[in-house]
């Protein structure tokens, strides 16, 4: 049985301009009512296709805005797909985008007991889990502070320490790691490994196409929106930094 499969999945944003950003906009609106700007469609996935067996350990890589972060969102269904299907089995633990899933009212500890519940855990599991996803985040002195006044590299922490302490089949890991310093990076791509080492399926999603390279296998390279590549990392981290500096010289000219 796979870990998850996307069938032809695509994605679809619309962009409002409809709301007014200020009192003089919203003048301007009721003086010109047919002036509001027309809705703008992004395809930020289109027919997306793959699959993935356990303990695969895929990269996603692709520049800014070709629809990494939406991949993720949809492998751990914060959205849902426009089009297309997609299976996802199993637990999925993840280190989105930096905050998504912390509540900033609530302080670490809640926050600790919201997102192991959301992920399906019991209270008596999370309280058996809690000091260790205290001291690998090493929040010991701030967990009873609001997730608010944290810094975001103490957010980045927290978010990843618990991801890999619910014991997820899958985990997902977006950009987010670069927020943290060295030596924190170094601890959490060891984390990374041993997770990985216990056969957990691993999508990591980065633009340090060394530590790709190291960590996973196969890379997925998205295109504005579709799937360029898919193969192994060696091959296709090549393939898309001689892109990346193609485009680079192209601008330089
Ligand atoms: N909630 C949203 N509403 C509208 N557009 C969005 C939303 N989320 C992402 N997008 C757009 O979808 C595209 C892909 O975004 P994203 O998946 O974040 O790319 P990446 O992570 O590769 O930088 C971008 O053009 C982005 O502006
Ligand atoms: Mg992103």
């Not at 032809?8 to 007014?20: E, L, N, P, Q, W």
Request: overall charge negative; proline content about 2%; some cysteine.
């Amino acid at each position: 049985m796979h870990a998850m499969r996307f069938e032809s999945v695509s994605k679809r944003f619309t962009m409002g301009h409809d709301r007014a950003k200020s009192f003089m906009d919203l003048m301007l609106r009721t003086l010109r009512p047919g002036s509001r700007a027309p809705r703008e469609i992004l395809w930020a996935l289109k027919d997306v296709s793959f699959l993935i067996e356990p303990g695969e350990a895929v990269a996603i890589v692709g520049r800014n805005g070709s629809g990494k972060s939406t991949c993720l969102k949809l492998m751990n269904r914060i959205l849902t797909p426009t089009e297309g299907a997609l299976d996802i089995q199993g637990r999925v633990a993840g280190l989105l985008e930096l905050g998504a899933g912390f509540h900033p009212e609530l302080t670490g500890r809640e926050n600790i007991y919201l997102n192991g519940a959301l992920m399906g855990l019991s209270r008596r599991e999370i309280d058996r889990r809690f000091d260790e996803i205290v001291a690998f985040a090493e929040l010991e002195r701030f967990v009873d502070a609001q997730v608010k006044f944290y810094s975001s590299g103490m957010t980045m922490r927290l978010g990843f320490s618990i991801a890999v302490c619910v014991s997820p089949d899958i985990l997902l890991i977006d950009e987010a790691l670069a927020v943290g310093d060295q030596s924190f990076q170094e601890k959490c791509l060891e984390r990374i490994e041993q997770v990985r080492a216990d056969g957990v399926t691993i999508i990591f999603v980065s633009h340090a196409l060394e530590t790709v390279r190291a960590l996973c296998e196969r890379v997925l390279w998205l295109d504005q929106g579709r799937l360029r590549e898919d193969g192994s990392s060696d091959r296709i981290v090549d393939e898309y930094m001689a892109s990346v500096h193609a485009h680079e010289e192209v601008l330089a000219e």
